[in-house]
């Protein structure tokens, strides 16, 4: 079974053009199971970019999810067509009675500010406490993690003295757990962020756990024991092109930015870049619909137990 997602959603289009199994609403009606209900909660400034690149991960699962989008109120987004946002996107007001499967919460550009000075940062807290709730599972992205950790954990993060930007070598450090069910020891994950999360201060943390882990770039994927809150540093879902685009972006500002690490073949920008991460791009987000959400998330939402926080 497919994502289900509006008819004239942009990703809609892209996604079939790549031979991407989807459903739409009109579609969807005519089935009679439960779908699970998914909500993303989109803090990237190019929205149409990362809604298609994460609908194309979650697409890849014999699931039929339904999906709504979630923009934050207390925001103004600058680099999304108020169009798409007024068609496509509902805010946390909206959707605060309902309850849900699975909640993504994505990264933003925001982690070289402090949590308490980003614009939404209490909304986003809001939303966060909420889930505990109302949602069976959430996995937070990059920055969406440490916001994550910091909130429900008090986990700090640490300014790192240049940018942590390319494809960095990975390890699974504890291969039973189901979302890496079926990695390699050995992968890569993209990176693109300034800061980092230490492993000394989650390992503080009896209820957590690093699950993948690299000798550069540190802390990867942070789960709760209760297997209800995952946390990634990474950028599993970007595209072939996006860390190129961000470097070529970087330049142009005349900023001091390094290539992307192990990104371009021969470290030559004209070279089209690498693209050995997305096996296991798809294997973790379908792993994490299928065993961290299908498969233990009740039948019925409202019978949904809440998320027991442990420092």
């Known amino acids: ?14 996604l079939r053009n790549e031979n991407i199994f989807l459903m739409t609403h009109t579609m969807a009606e005519h089935q009679d199971i439960r779908p699970l209900e998914l ?11 990362t809604e298609t690149q994460l609908l194309r991960l979650l697409s890849n699962t014999p699931l039929q999810v339904n999906i709504e989008l979630v923009q934050m109120r207390s925001h103004v987004s600058k680099n999304t067509p108020e169009s798409h946002l007024h068609k496509f996107y509902t805010t946390f007001d909206e959707i605060r009675g309902r309850r849900f499967d699975g909640l993504i919460i994505t990264g933003a550009p ?18 966060m406490d909420w889930s505990l709730e109302n949602v069976y599972s959430v996995f937070h992205i990059c920055w969406g993690a440490q916001a994550g950790l910091y909130h429900h ?61 690299s ?23 970007y595209d072939r092109l996006t860390l190129r685009n961000e470097y070529e972006r970087d330049v142009a500002k005349g900023l001091d ?17 690498y693209f050995n991460w997305r096996g296991h791009a798809h294997l973790m987000f379908s792993n994490w619909l299928n065993f961290c959400v299908y498969q233990e998330t009740p039948y019925d939402l409202a019978e949904l137990t809440p998320i027991k926080v442990i420092r």
Not at 1 to 14: R, S, T
Not at 182 to 193: A, K, L, Q, T, Y
Request: hydrophobic share 35%; aromatic share 12%.
């Open 257 to 273: 930015i390094k290539k992307p690490y192990m990104y371009f073949p021969g470290d030559d920008p004209k070279k089209p870049p």
């Open 110 to 127: 925001v982690e070289q500010m402090e949590y308490e000075s980003v614009d939404y940062w209490d909304e986003l807290c809001e939303i």
């Open 39 to 49: 909500a993303i909660v989109n803090l990237m400034p190019k929205k149409i970019e």
């Open 215 to 237: 000798s550069i770039s540190g802390v990867h994927i942070v789960v709760d024991r209760s297997r209800r809150l995952f946390f990634s540093t990474g950028h599993s879902e």
């Open 153 to 213: 954990y008090g986990i700090p993060k640490y300014d790192l003295p240049e940018k942590m930007f390319g494809l960095f070598p990975h390890k699974v450090i504890s291969p039973l757990h189901p979302l890496v069910r079926g990695f390699d020891e050995d992968f890569v994950v993209p990176h693109s962020r300034h800061t980092e999360v230490r492993a000394d201060d989650i390992y503080r943390i009896r209820s957590l756990e690093v699950i993948t882990y």
């Open 1 to 14: 079974m497919p994502i289900n997602i509006p008819d004239d959603l942009p990703a809609a289009q892209v």
